[in-house]
Each structure stands twice: as C-alpha cells, then as structure tokens.
C-alpha cells in the first residue's frame, strides 16, 4: 500500500496512474450542489489522464448524471459515466435471454439500461416477469418492494424446492448521503425484500467487482485510481478489483471509520479534499522502535496503547500516522485505547 511506500521524496497520488474513477456522492456532491474543490480538481486530472465517474446510484441514466455534472461545472460526456445498471446489465445477460421481461425496482437509470440492451420492461409482478431488477430511487415505498417480492417468489421463495427467477441488485450501500444528511440507501430496500424472499441477489455495483470492470474496459485502464468517500464500497471494492484508491473526507466516512478499517478495506491515500490528488503525498515512514512518523507527527502503538508522540502541525497528518500505526500493529482496534483527539 502507498502508506508505507519506501521513496525518499513524495509524488502526488496520480503518479503512475493512466485513469481516476471518481464516486460521485461524497466526493463530488452533496445533494444537488458540488463539494468545494471537487470541480476545479477533477477537471485539472482530464487533460493528462481518463476520468470516469462510477456510481451506485441507479436512480439516474448516465445521460442525466453527465448532464448534472456538467451543470456543477465539470467536462464530461455520458460515456464517462459509469453506473451500478451498466454492471447490473453485464450480470443480466448471463442470467436471461435476449429480449427478456424484466420486472424493475427503481428509476430511469435501470430502465434506459434495459431497453438499451432490448429487454421488455414491467413494473408489475402479474406480467409474471423472467428477472427482476432492483435499484434505489427516492420513490420507492412498500407498494414497489411488496411488488419485487411476489415476483421472486412466484415460483420460489425460502420454502420451495427450486428457487424463483433472477434477482439483480444494482448495489447495496445502506446509507446515501444527500443535502439534508444521511439517508437509507438501496441496501435496506433490498434487505427488506431478502426478509420476505429468503434469498440474496446478485450484486453488481460496488462493492462487488463487476462495476469496476466496466470501468476498466470501457477506459481501456491498466493502472487506474479508485477516489470514494465509503471505506465498505468505494476502498473495498477497488481492492478486490486490485485497483489503487484514495478516501477523500467529504463523504461518510472519517476519520473514525479510517482508524477502525479491516485490512481488505484501507485505502492508499488519505486526503482531505480532491485538492490531495493533485498535492505531494507525504512519505509514510517506520521509525526505530515501531513509531510511524508522517512529516512532524509522529504515532506509535505501545502494548494495548495508542501513543501520540508528536501531534505535528497537520491534523490530517496525524491521522495518517495514527492509521498507520494502528494498521501495522496487528491489533484489533477495538483491543487498544486510542485517544479520542484522533477521530473526534
């Protein structure tokens, strides 16, 4: 990982990268507005490399999102849009015949997708449909979800001997960040159609690697950048799709979450805005004794112990070294006593 990189003078996070797929919620905006910083930094990364945006969001066809972004600002086509419906088509097509009825739960984004492909489209378990399709939008209620769930169990359910027709989730984030704060994500809907189903779908967004893939083939990609604001998506899915990725602190998670991260889901870099990608990333270094020192903070871990050794001048710093520490040290965090000043 790029915490414990053994150069001697730092390099910006984009060093060595031919491509940045950047989330959007949490790193690009908030709601309808654009996060400060995000636009200007995106739009300094296109000239020299490709730039995509991945999301789970399927409530938008990527149309609609690029004309958004466009909007905040930014130089986008759709076709630098990646959304969690392209993937879900990928995993579709292995699932059902060409010209399939498919049953769908969510926006426009499912439905552009679907008729691109030549699916029919039926919002309505009666048409006895061959898939269904489930993805988040705002207007969900229990009419729809009750809906997806007679579907999969018209020939199916937990009791039955063979199990009903495909289910594909678009994605499975359990909370959407929007202007008004923290809202529940496509992951409860879906969990609340797995309590009446018994059964799981196939995922295509992120975590799970099928989004990253597209990405990866649409933009031609060999050694791409992964930027998320979510440790559970954005940095675990970039690293089972053995991508580079960097956290940005805009989003849902922070610092907090950060020092807590298992080892399948940390990041290479930590920034604090999309200002960091552009910026020298400040070597990570091993010091004698096990203390991890980044510039002039300075962290160690000492028996069930967290150690703060030099606050330094950079509190971003300091939380970089405190990760560091806490992520080398084999022990689980929830063994050790962090001082609050780190994640508060």
């Not at 703060?308 to 990760?323: E, H, P, T, V």
């Amino acid at each position: 990982m790029a915490l414990f990189r053994a150069k001697t003078e730092p390099s910006t996070p984009l060093d060595g990268i031919d491509a940045v797929f950047a989330d959007l919620d949490g790193v690009v905006y908030a709601g309808a507005g654009a996060i400060p910083h995000a636009v200007e930094s995106l739009n300094q990364v296109k000239p020299a490399r490709a730039l995509g945006y991945i999301t789970n969001n399927a409530s938008r066809s990527d149309a609609s999102v690029a004309g958004h972004l466009a909007e905040l600002g930014l130089d986008v086509v759709p076709e630098e849009v990646v959304t969690s419906p392209q993937a879900a088509m990928q995993l579709l097509d292995g699932q059902v015949a060409p010209g399939a009825l498919v049953m769908v739960v969510g926006g426009e984004g499912i439905e552009v997708e679907l008729r691109k492909r030549g699916y029919r489209v039926t919002r309505s378990a009666d048409d006895a449909p061959d898939a269904v399709v489930q993805g988040f939008t705002p207007e969900i209620g229990w009419k729809e979800l009750a809906e997806a769930a007679f579907a999969l169990n018209a020939h199916g359910g937990p009791d039955a001997a063979t199990p009903g027709i495909p289910w594909i989730a678009t994605n499975m984030d359990w909370t959407i960040p929007v202007a008004r704060g923290i809202a529940p994500g496509n992951g409860t809907l879906v969990s609340a159609v797995h309590t009446a189903v018994g059964r799981f779908p196939l995922v295509a967004g992120k975590p799970e690697t099928p989004i990253f893939e597209e990405a990866r083939r649409r933009f031609a990609a060999s050694t791409p950048l992964v930027v998320g604001d979510r440790l559970d998506t954005d940095i675990l899915g970039a690293n089972r799709a053995g991508m580079a990725s960097a956290i940005v602190l805009t989003g849902i998670d922070r610092a907090k979450q950060l020092l807590a991260a298992d080892a399948k889901s940390r990041p290479d870099f930590i920034l604090a805005d999309l200002r960091g990608l552009h910026e020298p990333y400040p070597i990570v270094e091993k010091r004698r004794g096990g203390a991890i020192r980044v510039r002039d903070a300075k962290v160690a871990v000492e028996a069930d112990r967290v150690e703060i050794l030099s606050d330094g001048g950079d509190s971003l710093d300091l939380l970089r070294a405190a990760c560091a520490a806490i992520w080398s040290s084999g022990t689980a965090i929830h063994a050790l006593d962090v001082p609050t000043r780190l994640y508060s």
